[in-house]
């Protein structure tokens, strides 16, 4: 099992910059995050389902983006300090949400996919 911690959120100016991380932490923490192949990046904004905006398989590197946010938000991970991150750039209006660090076994890119969450960060594109 994996515990997850965001941090990082708050307002920004249109067009602006904001790096959202996810410390990763659990009793059974291997460097692979406890067997968790999947980690990523959900948002929801008020009143809409949760969307999966980014994700990264652990053991190979294979990232993948919603067509929403390619080339805008990269997502990386830092094996050695146990933390997950994604860097946002040129923000819009409809990026505005709350952002979940995620965990999936087989993948991470919806919902049903996801068997642990973050508490999530609040993102404002003013």
């Known amino acids: 099992q994996v515990r997850l911690v965001e941090s990082g959120g708050g307002s920004v100016q249109a067009g602006g910059s904001l790096t959202v991380s996810c410390a990763i932490s659990?009793?059974?923490?291997?460097?692979?995050?406890?067997?968790?192949?999947?980690m990523g990046w959900f948002r929801q904004a008020r009143g809409k389902a949760r969307e999966g905006v980014a994700a990264?398989?652990?053991?190979?590197?294979?990232?993948q983006y919603d067509d929403s946010v390619k080339g805008r938000f990269t997502i990386s991970q830092d094996n050695a300090k146990r933390t997950l991150y994604l860097q946002m750039n040129t923000l819009k209006p409809e990026d505005t949400g709350m952002y979940f660090c995620?965990?999936?076994?087989?993948?991470?890119?919806?919902?049903?996919?996801?068997?642990?969450w973050g508490q999530g960060a609040q993102v404002t594109e003013n």
């Open positions: 995620a965990a999936g076994n087989s993948g991470c890119t919806v919902v049903p996919d996801i068997y642990a």
């Open positions: 659990g009793n059974d923490y291997t460097g692979n995050y406890g067997g968790t192949l999947c």
């Open positions: 990264i398989y652990t053991q190979s590197g294979i990232v």
